[in-house]
């Protein structure tokens, strides 16, 4: 099979919700060799974008969301453990999480998946992950950046709360805080004083590699 037709596979299963083909699309993928992280960035996340899209013009409801979401899952289950670890020289820790109020996971563990294959040592919180919990589990695991993740306008000031409780207790300057998520943006991240906003997984390895060399 073409790559391109198991990319339509891909796209496909996440669009009808359907998690059985997600998994076979995920096996035709390891099984045509493929690069894992083309499949994601090409096959899954512009399906699950079309999906939040039609949600936003209500075409679909909370339960089609939710399978769409677990469709995409069972696809990145396979997945991402295919994509490369780095060597474990482990050029930093990172705390990552997604932030309080929010359960969004899928972009959160992508970011995971790829900074440990960048060479870093992630410790994933999870999500709804309370701002005092990124700093403290921050400080007990001797990391020196923090990735929040934020999917929704109403959870992303938690962002700016996490650099808030730094600055408060005098330890901004100790962290590099990056952060992401569909609504956050380059202004955002400048606006709330964070050091780092990336677009997506790839630009957040960067993100965190510049941060490490400028240190
Ligand atoms: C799947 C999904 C769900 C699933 C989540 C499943 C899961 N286990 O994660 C479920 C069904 C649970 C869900 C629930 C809800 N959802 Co929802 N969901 C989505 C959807 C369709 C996709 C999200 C996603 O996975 N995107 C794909 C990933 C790959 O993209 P990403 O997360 O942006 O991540 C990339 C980058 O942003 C970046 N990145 C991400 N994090 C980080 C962190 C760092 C540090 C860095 C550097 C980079 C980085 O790299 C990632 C990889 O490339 C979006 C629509 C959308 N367009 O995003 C809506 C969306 C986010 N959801 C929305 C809403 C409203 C909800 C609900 C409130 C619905 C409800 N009525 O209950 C609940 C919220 C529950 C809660 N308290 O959190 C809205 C939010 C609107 C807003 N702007 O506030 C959206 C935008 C849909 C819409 N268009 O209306 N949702």
Do not use: C
């Not at 699309?25 to 996340?45: F, N, R, S, T, Y």
């Not at 790829?114 to 992630?122: C, K, N, R, Y």
């Amino acid at each position: 099979m073409s790559a391109e037709k198991i990319l339509e596979q891909l796209r496909g299963a996440v669009l009808k919700y359907d998690s059985d083909a997600a998994v076979s699309a995920a096996k035709a993928v390891i099984h045509a060799k493929m690069d894992p992280l083309q499949a994601i960035e090409k096959g899954l996340v512009p399906a699950i974008h079309d999906v939040g899209e039609k949600f936003e013009k209500m075409e679909i409801y909370l339960p089609e969301l939710m399978l769409a979401g677990d469709a995409m899952k069972s696809a990145l289950a396979l997945l991402l453990p295919l994509v490369p670890k780095g060597e474990k020289t482990s050029k930093a820790t990172v705390v990552i999480g997604t932030v309080q109020g929010d359960v969004h996971e899928i972009g959160k563990n992508i970011v995971s998946s790829m900074l440990m294959a960048g060479g870093f040592e992630v410790i994933d919180l999870g999500v709804n992950v309370k701002t005092s919990t990124f700093v403290d589990e921050a400080k007990a695991r001797g990391a020196k950046i923090i990735g929040a993740s934020a999917l929704m306008s109403s959870t992303i000031g938690s962002q700016k709360d996490i650099i808030d409780y730094l600055s408060a207790s005098g330890d901004r300057r100790r962290f590099t805080v990056l952060v992401g998520g569909g609504p956050t943006t380059q202004e955002w991240s400048d606006e709330i004083g964070a050091d780092g906003w990336g677009k997506n997984a790839v630009h957040a390895v960067k993100l965190a590699s510049k941060a490490v060399k400028g240190r």
